[in-house]
């Protein structure tokens, strides 16, 4: 069963992985177009922090809150392995993005590519490091593959 809601266009998030308690950053604080998502311990920094917008039904926009750019895949790739960067938001495919709750999971979603839900966000290789690459790839139900979205 697929479950979505209306996220707050008015707060702010930290998205963190289920496996590692790692969370989404932008490297560097960097305030650049292609500046690199990776995985970080939560410090509370703007850099880890994002605003989730509803652009359609089950569709939404993820944008850094430091940098205002949109999270992205970069050279607008759907395939395997793809990384994940910061772009200025045009609503192409690879900026748009399905939040599918796990719904035997409070707060936890799938976090995929709109165009392509087959897929996930992970840490590389699904490795638990700070600054490991944020990449898509299949999704087989790995924890490492869940994020706790939590509003701060």
């Excluded at 590389?124 to 509003?151: F, L, M, R």
């Amino acid at each position: 069963m697929t479950v979505w809601r209306n996220f707050d266009v008015n707060t702010q998030y930290k998205i963190c992985n289920k496996q590692n308690s790692k969370c989404l950053v932008v490297a560097s604080s960097s305030k650049s177009a292609g500046a690199a998502v990776q995985q970080r311990t939560y410090s509370g920094a703007s850099n880890q922090k994002w605003t989730i917008t509803q652009i359609s039904a089950k569709h939404y926009k993820v944008v850094n809150v430091n940098s205002g750019m949109a999270l992205d895949l970069i050279g607008s790739s759907m395939n395997d392995n793809t990384p994940l960067v910061q772009s200025s938001y045009s609503g192409t495919a690879t900026q748009q993005w399905s939040l599918q709750s796990l719904g035997d999971q409070l707060g936890t979603y799938e976090v995929s590519p709109a165009s392509k839900t087959a897929s996930t966000i992970w840490p590389a290789s699904g490795v638990a490091t700070d600054g490991a690459a944020i990449q898509a790839i299949t999704y087989n139900t790995n924890d490492a593959q869940k994020w706790h979205i939590t509003p701060l």
